[in-house]
């Protein structure tokens, strides 16, 4: 900080004495380092209620954090730009030969443009490390995305497939509800069937119950044995 406070003498240039509009600059600076403080903590707010889960619009989100990072980018690049420039300021002043002795209200001026360039320092390095952070949440922010439409897709894949598998499952079904009334009917015409012969297989067997009397036989037999005793 001292090397940028107090760079090398050069030449002697001719420089104007500062004006008040120099102090008006430096307010501008200010009020712009406040305005970057608003806007790092608005970002931060904003980042914190899109990681919240259930969060519409997470992509469109994410492009205008995207966006208002680049703005904040160019802002730092301009504030950068205007340090460099009243370092260069406090610089002539150094140079000019006699100008504390010339004019006294210069060291009070002197004074403040350094303890201005050093806060303006402080800011610039606590706005880069506060982009960094925003930075590292919005790649964090970027993956949890990546891993939520990851999970969506295996979900949406997994509900499908149950979805597929359901409509085969009906349609089995119904095909065996077919199959089965099909089943039961033939099992009727059948039934009927059986009901329909049953009266005539037994009219059949009952007359062959006549020649049970075929053991008459015996008799025969004794008439034999009689004949056999007395006619012979």
């Given at each position: 900080?001292?090397?940028?406070l107090?760079?090398?003498?050069?030449a002697?240039?001719?420089?104007?004495?500062?004006?008040?509009?120099?102090?008006?600059?430096?307010d501008?600076?200010?009020?712009?380092?406040?305005?970057?403080?608003?806007?790092?903590?608005?970002?931060e707010?904003?980042?914190?209620?899109?990681?919240?889960?259930?969060?519409?619009g997470g992509?469109?989100?994410l492009?205008?954090y995207?966006?208002?990072l680049?703005?904040?980018?160019?802002?730092?690049?301009?504030?950068?730009?205007q340090l460099?420039?009243?370092?260069a300021?406090?610089?002539?002043?150094?140079?000019?030969?006699?100008?504390?002795s010339?004019?006294?209200?210069?060291?009070?001026?002197?004074?403040?443009?350094?303890?201005?360039?050093?806060?303006?320092e402080?800011?610039?390095?606590?706005?880069?490390?506060?982009?960094?952070?925003?930075m590292?949440?919005?790649?964090e922010?970027?993956?949890?995305?990546?891993?939520e439409?990851?999970?969506?897709?295996?979900?949406?894949?997994d509900?499908?497939?149950?979805?597929?598998e359901?409509?085969?499952?009906?349609?089995?079904?119904?095909?065996?509800?077919?199959?089965?009334?099909?089943?039961?009917?033939?099992?009727?015409?059948l039934?009927d069937?059986?009901?329909?012969?049953?009266s005539?297989?037994?009219?059949?067997r009952?007359q062959?119950?006549q020649?049970?009397?075929a053991?008459?036989p015996p008799?025969?037999?004794?008439?034999?044995l009689?004949g056999r005793?007395f006619?012979?």
């Amino acid at each position: 900080m001292a090397a940028l406070l107090h760079p090398a003498p050069a030449a002697a240039v001719s420089a104007p004495d500062p004006e008040p509009d120099d102090l008006q600059e430096l307010d501008g600076v200010r009020q712009e380092n406040a305005e970057l403080r608003a806007l790092c903590m608005e970002l931060e707010q904003a980042l914190h209620e899109a990681s919240l889960p259930g969060h519409a619009g997470g992509e469109d989100r994410l492009k205008e954090y995207e966006a208002m990072l680049e703005e904040k980018t160019e802002m730092i690049r301009q504030q950068h730009e205007q340090l460099q420039q009243l370092q260069a300021v406090i610089a002539e002043l150094e140079c000019q030969p006699g100008a504390r002795s010339s004019n006294a209200g210069s060291a009070p001026r002197e004074d403040e443009l350094l303890a201005l360039g050093e806060e303006l320092e402080r800011d610039r390095r606590q706005i880069q490390e506060d982009e960094q952070a925003l930075m590292q949440q919005m790649r964090e922010m970027e993956v949890s995305m990546a891993r939520e439409r990851a999970e969506m897709a295996r979900q949406r894949n997994d509900m499908q497939r149950l979805q597929s598998e359901v409509r085969h499952e009906i349609e089995r079904l119904e095909r065996s509800g077919a199959l089965q009334s099909k089943i039961e009917g033939l099992k009727n015409k059948l039934s009927d069937a059986s009901t329909r012969r049953g009266s005539a297989p037994v009219a059949s067997r009952a007359q062959p119950t006549q020649p049970v009397a075929a053991p008459a036989p015996p008799p025969a037999k004794k008439e034999g044995l009689m004949g056999r005793l007395f006619g012979r």
